[in-house]
């Protein structure tokens, strides 16, 4: 009875993995945004201005320090040069695109997703600073937060304590 018993729940368990895994797949829709990653690799499918907490992930902080970070099928590196050119995808604006591969990339995030505070943890006080370039300085916090992280580079445009924009690259 405790052989019948060990086989019946290692069965119920592997076909309820199974299902699992069907019902999670067909609920994404095309509007939602999905990462991925490997050890040393980011990826990132959707609009950035619906979220951007992504940012904070180690994953992305990884795939930053290897140089290996893309958008929407864009691999994005500022090693990556090419004639003057812009291609939008979603709400995010490449430069330097060539193929599947653009020297940087801007997006928006959404407001308050992003803190100062939150955005100092994962990243560090190693940072260059530079007061914001349109538009007067409003609180303390506002301007630019610049960080190279191993391969990458990535500016923080903050406003009002939050971060409004990032620029990879």
């Known amino acids: 009875m405790n052989k019948i018993a060990k086989v019946m729940l290692a069965t119920s368990m592997v076909f309820g993995t199974a299902l699992g895994v069907s019902i999670t797949e ?10 991925t990653t ?3 690799s980011f990826s990132y499918y959707g609009y950035t ?8 992930s180690q994953s992305f902080y990884n795939g930053l320090n290897s140089g290996n970070v893309t958008f929407n099928g864009i691999k994005v590196n500022s090693q990556y ?6 291609k939008i995808i979603n ?8 193929g599947d591969k653009a020297n940087s990339v801007e997006f928006d995030l959404q407001e308050h997703a992003v803190s100062l505070e939150e955005m100092r943890v ?7 600073y530079q007061p914001p370039i349109h538009g007067e300085k409003v609180s303390a916090s506002d301007g ?3 960080y190279q992280v191993g391969e990458g580079n990535i500016i923080f ?10 620029t990879v690259s």
């Open 81 to 86: 040069v090419a004639q003057p050119s812009v």
């Open 144 to 146: 630019l937060y610049e």
């Open 91 to 98: 709400d995010q604006i490449f430069q330097q695109v060539h």
């Open 157 to 166: 445009h903050m406003t009002n304590g939050y971060v409004k924009s990032v």
């Open 26 to 35: 067909g609920s994404i829709s095309q509007n939602e945004a999905t990462a």
């Open 49 to 56: 201005a619906d979220g951007g907490k992504f940012v904070l």
């Open 122 to 128: 994962q990243f560090g006080a190693n940072f260059t």
């Open 38 to 40: 490997t050890q040393s």
